[in-house]
Structure formats: C-alpha cells, structure tokens
C-alpha cells in the first residue's frame, strides 16, 4: 500500500512544488504578520502514522520546524511500534517565511520496537531499531488570509541503523515484511508530504 501511494502522491507533489514560485505573492496581508504554523501531515494514515509539525519563522527567510510523528501497526507475525523526530531548518526565497517556495535541511530521529510473538513454541522476540539520517528538501507552503495552511514538499536522505535483536534471531523477523514496510536498513528515503494546518 505505501509504494502506491508514494507512486499516486509523487507526480502531484512535484506538480504543487514546479508551479510554487508563481504563488508566492497570493496572501494580501503582512506577510509577516503569522510567523508561526501548526499543522499535521494528511498523508501519514495511509502509511499507519500520526505526525504534526510546528514552525516558526525567525526572520523573513529563515524559520525551523521540528516535527514528531508516531506509528504502529501488526503485519503477518510482526507487531511494531515507533516514533520520531524531525528537525529542520528551511529557507525561503520569496522573503515572505512561512509563506511560499523553500528548500531545507533535515534531520531524522527515530525509534521503533518489535515484536513477534511465536505461538507454537511460546516465546516471544523482541528487537530494536534506532537509525538517524539526514536530508534536504523542496517545497511551498500556501498560507492563506484567514490562517489556513496548506504545505507541499519532497524530500530526499539517507538513514544509517540496523536491527539489534534482543531476544531470538534475525530469521525470527520477516524481512521480507519488514522491507516492503520499508522501516529497516539503512541508504536512500523519499520522503513526501502534505500538511494542512493554521499560522499566527
């Protein structure tokens, strides 16, 4: 389901982020009248997640957000559990921060367990997996005169981690679910969003 869904959103984010530099000018207030956005990301149920973001801009081209998002779901005989954070710096061209075409840098930290539970023998295993990665992004964040806000971004990175298993062995894990959940391993990550939020 997430590889169709990353294959649906994809042409659309790119579609929003290629046209943003001609909406930059759309808000007829000050626009730096709302410096800081909560919002939460619309795509994250389609993947079993819960995330939000906070931002605020510090000057007309810089502001940070720090994001925190938290998932979990049972898969064949793999139960996991997680959560993370996402810092980030962005910076905007149009002078209007938080408001229109940015492009940023990102961090990733992030925590999951898992667990399988054996039924036949009754044991139970346990594992964790605690990568940290690192990327840059591009998008336009629509802030509108009543507040509203509307983000589109793509973003690309790395994570570096791997599995510790506590109790039982690699082979008690279903990679094979594991990787098309595409939580483990570390090397390339796409990461897409939408977020809808408001600004003051």
């Not at 207030?29 to 906070?54: H, I, W, Y």
């Not at 039924?119 to 139970?124: A, D, M, P, V």
């Amino acid at each position: 389901m997430k590889k169709f869904t990353l294959s649906a959103v994809l042409p659309l984010l790119l579609a929003f982020v290629a046209i943003a530099p001609a909406n930059a000018q759309r808000r007829t207030d000050n626009p730096n009248s709302r410096n800081t956005v909560l919002k939460v990301n619309v795509l994250s149920p389609f993947v079993l997640t819960a995330s939000g973001f906070v931002e605020h801009a510090f000057s007309p081209r810089i502001s940070a957000q720090l994001g925190a998002f938290k998932t979990g779901a049972s898969v064949k005989d793999v139960d996991f559990e997680g959560h993370g954070f996402t810092p980030e710096v962005r910076y905007y061209l149009a002078e209007q921060a938080p408001d229109g075409f940015y492009i940023a840098g990102y961090g990733r930290i992030l925590n999951y367990k898992l667990t399988v539970e054996d039924k036949e023998k009754g044991e139970t295993y346990e594992a964790t997996y605690k990568p940290i990665g690192a990327g840059v992004a591009a998008g336009n964040q629509f802030i509108f005169n009543s507040g509203v806000s509307l983000d589109l971004f793509l973003g690309v990175g790395v994570n570096g981690g791997s599995l510790n298993v506590k109790t039982g062995t690699d082979e008690d894990f279903d990679r094979g679910v594991l990787d098309y959940l595409n939580i483990l391993g570390s090397g390339f990550r796409v990461r897409p969003g939408l977020t809808v939020g408001y600004s003051f």
